[in-house]
């Protein structure tokens, strides 16, 4: 289908989507119909639309991830979600107290549990690989002094697709709690969190939903969120944020316990307007189109590549890993004519957006 219009695009090519998905052209009228106009109509009513906004919000990623609206709490980033969650676990028992991740997992999750080693909490990496032995690796980890899992959907510096549904199950029946950071995945892959049996999932809106940053969001499993005491609180925690009373504090039901203080706004104003662009398109169109645009590019470059790359097993973006000569001579071509991209380490990323085309695609190859 043709998206003409309905982005800002750079001029040079894009494949940088898996950093900062581009804004849509919609995004500046909201939020003036969104965030300025009830402000400057209503000063300090304007909270009865910008929370109505917020909790469209909420529906928008409960259809993205197939739950409902109610159980999605707005969340300002990652780690602040992946330390509420850690910090709301019941009280630690000794012998459990192992937080797992794999070693390829984004560094800001290893970072919040390592922070929180101070509290009992243990860090420990699990080498995966990102492969076929995926699973075999998690289960020889996974154990009864493990608390938590942190699962990657989709890894960020590779494009691995890990296996959510096995590694979840591993941990409920070591009697650990999982949660899965699909920051990577959302807006790309089709997610159905109902499927994975995870205790969490949580995500943010900076790159294919083209949401930019600040709005993130955290899903519980209704069954368990009741059972869990979040630390980091606010007024809008509360049962009924507006009792006012400084000595009674009562859980909110549900995952909005997670909400915390005085919620920002304008992010949600950017990534409700992301959503509904994508979902406009379609993240079945969108994935179909991206994986008609990275199979040449994958083609093309398969010689040079240190790891082997297997579309059924990927992301959004391609995650060449290559020598460092050849890796010098693309980078440099790229450069030169001022592509968007990035790398890390001996490995070059370039993500195909719905908004990249097959003139994106022959200058790449080129």
């Known amino acids: 289908m043709s998206v003409n219009g309905l982005f800002h695009v750079p001029e040079k090519p894009y494949f940088l989507s898996h950093s900062v998905g581009c804004l849509p052209t919609s995004s500046e009228s909201k939020l003036a119909e969104n965030f ?10 304007a909270w009865g639309p910008w929370l109505g906004l917020i ?51 984004f560094p800001s999750m290893g970072f919040v549990a390592k922070a929180l080693g101070e509290m009992g ?84 809106c900076v790159k294919w939903l083209c949401g930019g940053p600040g709005a993130g969001f955290m899903w519980i499993e209704p ?6 005491c979040p630390v980091d609180v ?14 009674h504090f009562q859980y909110a039901d549900g995952v909005k316990r997670f909400w915390g203080g005085t919620p920002s706004v304008v992010p949600y104003v950017f990534a409700n307007n992301g959503i509904r662009t994508i979902e406009h398109i379609g993240i079945d169109n969108i994935h179909a189109h991206n ?9 093309a470059f398969e010689n040079q590549l240190i790891t082997p790359i297997d579309l059924n097993k990927n992301g959004g973006t391609l995650c060449l890993k290559m020598h460092q000569m050849a890796l010098s001579k693309i980078c440099s071509k790229l450069d030169a004519g001022g592509a968007y991209y990035d790398t890390r380490g001996d490995t070059i990323r370039l993500s195909m957006h719905i908004y990249n085309d097959e003139k994106d695609l022959d200058l790449l190859i080129s």
Not at 234 to 247: A, L, R, V
Not at 291 to 299: A, D, F, G, I, S
């Open 55 to 105: 909790d469209d919000f909420c529906h928008g990623i409960g259809g993205l991830l197939g739950v409902k609206g109610k159980d999605i709490c707005p969340q300002t980033n990652l780690s602040s979600s992946f330390t509420k969650f850690l910090m709301s676990i019941p009280k630690i028992q000794p012998k459990r107290n192992k937080v797992l991740m794999d070693k390829h997992a």
């Open 223 to 228: 069954t368990i969120v009741d059972s869990l």
């Open 291 to 299: 994986r008609e645009l990275l199979q040449p590019v994958l083609q």
């Open 36 to 45: 300025l106009a009830p402000w400057k109509s209503s000063g300090g009513d």
């Open 234 to 247: 606010g007024w809008f925690s509360h049962q009924d944020p507006f009792e006012m009373d400084i000595t």
């Open 121 to 204: 909490f243990e860090l420990q990496l699990v080498d995966t690989n990102n492969s076929e032995t995926e699973v075999q690796a998690w289960q020889s980890n996974i154990d009864a002094a493990t608390l938590c899992v942190l699962i990657t959907h989709v890894h960020s510096n590779t494009g691995y697709v890990s296996d959510i549904t096995k590694i979840a199950n591993l941990a409920r029946e070591n009697g650990a709690y999982s949660v899965v950071d699909i920051a990577q995945s959302v807006g790309i892959l089709p997610i159905n969190v109902q499927s994975w049996n995870a205790s969490c999932v949580i995500g943010s």
